[in-house]
């Protein structure tokens, strides 16, 4: 009747505070046991009345620690929820939750009362929200127990098919048949309980329920928590979160918006299994530095079957390429399309029909691997040509971006490189084996220990590059020529015509230090006029893009600060406010002239720009990238903006802005269900080491022994918003850092009544065919909307992606007005009506 | 004050009030000062980046690897007073924060021959 794991009870080496919690959990004669001695008996009690013994399994033993083993990966599962909705075993990612395999036999008498009795046991634990009782039943047995639904808001009875349910029995149970084989020899049969740990890992099995299973089964639950240690300690339900929440519900009852609708994270149900993976410098050997700024995503419909598809970015272990197979599933193409890059520390993508042929080609930047160009042959194969195209340049690269600056009708790439913050010393990936993925012998180059101070030490500078889109997939690089030599520390860069003259002017967004502005002179040359125009810019720039966001028919600009957030721990209660900076000038080196968190600027409609974030209500918490699209429908651009730090920072809610009409932004992150996350997650084990032996010395084992589980907070770094699934209304979907992605899909299409949007594709033919750089202007009655075409989806992204223009109450366009980069305007008559997919092919 | 390996170390000039000579005195926090001086705390660090904060005087100041920065105030009366110390962008470092003993001329002189006699 013992489980598998370890001997029964080990009071000798439970900490203080152990002994005491594992005391409350105590029920019935053990209490007596264990208060007494703390020594395991040395003849087994007998079973209370009404309790079957089952025949027990062969266990492990406990190693010298007296430490739970680990037996194993619980296998993934699909099964029906007793609601009768779709169940995956994914949906207990992050929780501590106890398999009860019901038996296919009649269950002995009171093994539901038990279950009752473990369940109440359970909600009494400090960590209750963070564990889940999960009875398997077999779906083709309606015979077999019916437990009633009272087992308290823990448990959740899932029906598995009857092949899954055994190949999973097999896997987990060292007797599978355990339970069933009392009712073979004609006794009733008991369920048995196997333990799995927050990270997927079996940490028990074969426990029955008995008074004695029971007590281990819940000492050996709470040993799973004994082994975390949450860095820092309020990254594992933050208090705030709960109010916050309130707050923002209470606040909305007067949004003047519509918001009737909401998000649900659907990743299991899509189908996506990606999951990002790090370096050690970003996790169990933590070191401020670059590396944790994460990766991009980008989409585009690479095959060409007229539904776009996702490339997620790896740190560690390639690049997974999603089809996108409708209705909201998606499947790994990723070997067939070769581009996984697995060889090399992955930062960011592109998506660009480089060569004019009408297939989105894929650009990759990498840290010191080499980045990587590949020409799609239209059916979503892709061939490596970085070599050949002369753009497989080897740095600290970020995000990449493809723009027609001396339009000729072939895109150029600009590609922004940080600066130096790795040593030459390579390094072993070893994050790992937590999550039981393969060990693969990926290296990364070891960070700099100061790598923040790299713009104080100009050797690190490291040129962002201007390649020239020569024709036949050659590019030279135009760096010198054009005058764009900048060393700013560089991430990303956006285009946009500031002053309306028809050729791309570029911003880069300095990471540290101010901001940089390079006005395109013709095609000719590119003009540094960067304090002119913005004299004073954030201060730590993640991410940026221009759009029309009052619809006054000028182009905007958006600047998420992530380094401002770092000066002083930021609370819950400050995080609509600018920073408070506490670093001297000594290191800022801006002279004044910097803003302290996200910037906003106002085209006055003449150029000039105006910062207006603070009256917008455009700050958040160490944001990251951000993405735009109409996401109500209403016809005024929202924004979506990743957030969090993950390790060893506090969880940051990722933030969702409604734009009211165009006045200022509304948070409505809670009220539109994009947070709390699925399942109430602000944290997961991010690392373990083993404080006994080999990570002794290590800074999270101070004041422990033993296994320690670190966990930190989830962040999301980079996202895309498109109609994922096709039915109308935009969906969010995030490259998170050391964890799965979120797919936020949307139900608008099914909330508001008469949604009405227009999507355009655009197919250039003197300019780039994929039309980047064209600005469109749609009309509908009284009112005009305004987008460029520039392919920018997110932070660290490029996607090759429709426009999506939210029509409101219009049911139909009157014209449609392209000004294409080629220098051509083009209208379309109207009327065209609302929810159609417009294609605008460039006329000669 | 040199950040090294999560600690700081401290250079006190020694008797004759200069630094890199052979009086030099090479110690852990607490930091000494006398008071009623200008003082200048010249900060390094042969690894991480770290900040250096004297809440009381509404200081802060930064050490790097290669790169000197200085911190300059008016010691001030004779007290304890706290300093704050940490890693730039990382883990809080309880080590790193210690205490600020201000003294009268002759306390400081006769601190200066205890720590030479004990090397603390």
Known sequence: MRSERSTPIRVAHLSPWGVGRFARWLVGPSLMWLAGCGEQPTTPKSSPPGTTTAKTSPRLTADSEGRLPVLGRMPEFVGTASDGKAFSSLELDGFTWIACFVPNAPVAAGQVGRLAQLSATLERLPERREVRLVCIREEAR??????????????????????????????????????????????????TMVLVDAAGRVRGRNYDLTNEGIETLTHDVGQTFDERKSVPPEAVNPTWLAERQAAQLSAARDYGVFHDFGFVDRRIESGIRFRNKIVDDAGKHYEAGHYDHGNGLAIADVDLDGREDLYFVNQVGGNELWRNLG?????????????SLADRIGVAASFADIDNDGDPDLYVTTVRGGNALFENDGTGRFSDISESSQTNYAGHSSGAVFFDFDRDGKLDLFVANVGRYTTDEQKLVTMEPLRGEPQGSYMYYDGVKDAFAGHLKPERAEQNRLYRNLGGNVFEDVTQAMGLVDESWCGDASPLDRNSDGWPDLYLVNMQGQDEYYENDRGERFIRRSREVFPRTPWGSMCVKSFDYDNDGDFDLFITDMHSDMSEPVGPDREKLKSDMKFPESFLKTEGNSIFGNAFFRNDGDGNMNEVSDELGAENYWPWGFSTGDINGDGFEDVFITASMNLPFRYGVNSLLLNDHGRRFLDSEFVLGVEPRRGGRTAIPWYEIDCATVDAGHLDCEGRGGRVVVWAALGSRSSVIF??????????????????????????????????????????????????GAVIRVKAGDRTWTKAHDGKSGYLSQSAQLLYFGLDEASQVDTLEVRWPSGKTQTVAGPIEANTLVIVREEP | MTGDALHWRICDPGPDRKLGTDDDLNLSPPLHLPSNIQARIILHSRDY?????????????????????????????????????????????????????????PDYRRWQREARRTGR
């Open chain 1, 723 to 772: 109609d994922l699934d096709l039915d109308g209304d935009l969906d969010i979907v995030t490259n998170d850092f050391n964890s799965e992605p979120l797919v936020l899909v949307s139900d608008l299409a099914e909330r508001r009544p008469k949604l009405q949007y227009l999507k355009v594709r655009l197919e250039g033919t003197s300019s780039n065919r994929q039309g980047l």
């Open chain 1, 142 to 191: 309606p015979s077999v127990p019916r437990i009633p639904i009272a087992l308290g808001s823990l448990w959740q009875s899932v029906s598995v098919s009857d092949e899954p349910l055994r190949r999973l029995r097999e896997q987990v149970l060292a007797s599978p048949s355990a339970g069933d084989a009392a009712h073979s020899q004609g006794g009733a049969a008991t369920m």
């Open chain 2, 49 to 105: 980046i770290y900040t250096f904060e004297l809440p009381e005087q509404h200081l802060k100041e930064i050490a790097v690897p290669e790169q000197t920065y200085v911190m300059e105030f008016n010691s001030g009366r004779p007290r304890v007073a706290a300093f704050r110390g940490d890693q730039f962008c990382g883990y809080s470092h309880h080590a790193l924060s210690g205490n600020m003993v201000v003294e009268k001329w």
């Open chain 1, 327 to 339: 209705e909201g599933r998606f499947e790994n193409v990723t070997a067939r399309a070769r581009v």
